[in-house]
């Protein structure tokens, strides 16, 4: 009967281990979210000045008061709500200065998205302004569907949609709304 009570008792110790050791699981994700808030940014920097190289060449400079980074959640990405000044500096020593009073990097993608008084300068002075504007750093490429002014030395254009190089060297216009020439 001992012998009997002491083998039940190891098939209940060895049913509850089992149970034990197979309802754990290791989910290191988390692990790490413990005491962090789903919608609060995992970090927060003050004045920062970020630049970007390639091959010990500066290729952009990012100027921002505050950014949030929220790269704890599943679609990662940086948010400044206090706008940016993104300099972008090509091969040929050509600079583009990109402002906006607010802008939002995702991770995956690459994109960044500008809001509000967004402005391009170009080297020569060309100036493009727009309430929204995309930047998709893998391509280089600026677009956006909204309506855009363009103003250069010798005209000045509008339209509703926009898309170019990060330079401006190549762009298009999309349902010009209008084109005055200047002197």
Known sequence: MKNNKSYNLLYIVTVIAVT???????NYDEVQQIGVLQNEPIGVADTINLKYTDSGKIKADLVSVKMLDFSNRSFAFTEFPKGIKLTLF???????????????????????????NVTIITQENDTLFAEQLYFDQKREWVFTNKPIRFVSP????????????KDVNVYGLSEITGIVNLD
């Open 154 to 165: 010798t005209k000045i254009m509008t339209a509703n949609a926009y898309d170019s190089d």
């Open 90 to 116: 090509s091969d040929n020593n050509r600079k583009s200065v990109i402002l906006s009073d607010y802008a939002i990097s995702y991770s995956e993608t690459d994109l960044i998205d500008l809001q509000g």
């Open 20 to 26: 034990m050791f197979f309802s754990c699981k290791n």
